[in-house]
């Protein structure tokens, strides 16, 4: 059975070109890019290639691109660069929506003594911009927003936001993992200090990410050691997931417009497909704007890990709006946040296309899901009574 893969915003395929291009870089030109000798000069030269690639796609310059191991170590960098060259400093802004990267990182600075605030969302997932403003104070460090968010694909106002920061002399800091390679983004023209992304989320390998960081911007390095980023980041380069990030980047730029017309359309089929064949669903989100490649659909009277179930057996691969935590099933707080109702909560379903999706997998989703939902409300004591109430 082959597989449809609708789950890109947990990770994507890597593309073959970025496999080629990394490969030699393994086995054949295997030297360190820091040694003096050629055999490391010649990685070296390819490492700087990638580090253009990236600034390319970016809109930025080669010095401002930091490589890391991941989106979360750029996160956390970026917070805890923003603590040490602010001190004094000790409050920290966020939003309740965030990813576990950024989140999980500020309750644990709040556990340490920190004034964090976590500002609001509508019901369509859109960011509460009057909170941020009554928020931003002469105490704050840092605000750190994601640009679209990973489960609705919601697009922040993050250039307004970081005026707002920058306006009481505070770093502003985006999440970016969701939004490169599939919306413009243009650092030349931002007051954004720092901006995190990951390799894993355009067709790169997993373990590659990259923390921007605006020239002349004060930055305290997270990992300490070599002389590695020119001291900004220590630890041996992975040479071959740089090279692989850079080749990335150059395709995503190529493949920009794409995202927004092609696979855009692909998903807009999908979601009125299924809104028209399934009566009780909402798009999560849906009143805001978004990723062009995701939709998350909250089902009502239904459970979400249930319908993935019945949809891997036809092969379709997606995520639930839900996660298990000790046992119990708990709605997303992306979806808490939004206030969306508990008999849709838990069914919500997410899909996030790619490039590599095609027309003919998005025929099978719209086939296969309305039965699987219809089926589901039939074993549910909640569906069978709001299909009995409307019978009547």
Known sequence: MKEIYLDNNATTKVDEAVFEEMRPYFCELYGNPSSMHFFGGQVQSKVNEARIRVADLLGASPDEIIFTACGT???????????????????????????PAVLTQCRNLRQKGYRVTE??????????????????????AIVSLMWANNETGVIFPVEEAAALAKSKGAFFHSDAVQAIGKIPINMAASSIDMLSLSGHKLHAPKGIGVLYVRRGTPFRPFLVGGHQEKSRRAG??????????????????????????????????????????????RINGGGAERLPNTTSIAFEFVEGEAILLLLSEFGICASSGSACTSGSLEPSHVLRAMGVPFTCAHGSIRFSLSRYTTDAEIDTVIRELPPIIARLRQMSPFGREFLKGEAR
């Open 73 to 99: 170590e750029s996160d956390n960098a970026a917070i805890r660069s923003a603590l040490e060259v602010f001190p004094d400093r000790r409050h920290i802004i966020t939003s309740r929506v965030e990813h």
């Open 119 to 140: 500002i609001g969302v509508d019901g369509a997932g859109r960011l509460d911009m009057e909170e941020l403003k009554a928020a931003v104070d002469a105490e704050t």
């Open 236 to 281: 041996t380069e992975n040479a071959a997931a740089i090279i692989a990030l850079g080749k990335a980047c150059q395709l995503a730029g190529e493949h920009m417009d794409a995202e927004n017309t092609v696979v855009k359309a692909m998903r807009d089929r999908l979601q009125d497909a299924l809104m028209t064949a399934i009566p009780h669903a």
